[in-house]
């Protein structure tokens, strides 16, 4: 089993930014495609961000396209979400997730089906 801990989430005005880092322990961190979610009250989770083990691919949902980035330090068994341009809209809790399943380099996933560990989230509050 992988343990994720999220950390950076905070209180930010309306075009501030954050970076948010998931931290992994457990097994091999660096053959995990690795993904954001995010929950905000009375809504589902919903995807934000994937990236593939490697690292060379990610993929972002339509709504926080251009404004996060989400990468990785393999050797330091952590995955990152820089998120500048905060909008209120953004807030919500935050959960990084792995996916433990094999997978192919170039391969990333965005449902939360497809990952198998959870972290317990961290909150983003933006305020207007």
């Known amino acids: 089993q992988v343990q994720l801990v999220e950390s950076g989430g905070g209180l930010v005005q309306a075009g501030g930014s954050l970076r948010l880092s998931c931290a992994a322990s457990?097994?091999?961190?660096?053959?995990?495609?690795m993904g954001w979610f995010r929950q905000a009250p009375g809504k589902e989770r919903e995807f934000v961000s994937a990236i593939s083990w490697r690292g060379d691919r990610t993929y972002y949902a339509d709504s926080v396209k251009g404004r996060f980035t989400i990468s990785r330090g393999n050797a330091k068994n952590t995955v990152y979400l820089q998120m500048n341009s905060l909008k209120p809209e953004d807030t919500a809790v935050y959960y990084c997730a792995a996916r433990l399943k094999p997978s192919s380099h170039d391969s990333y996933y965005t449902e939360a089906s497809d990952f198998g560990s959870w972290g317990q989230g961290t909150q983003v509050t933006v305020s207007s």
């Open positions: 457990g097994r091999t961190f660096s053959s995990y495609p």
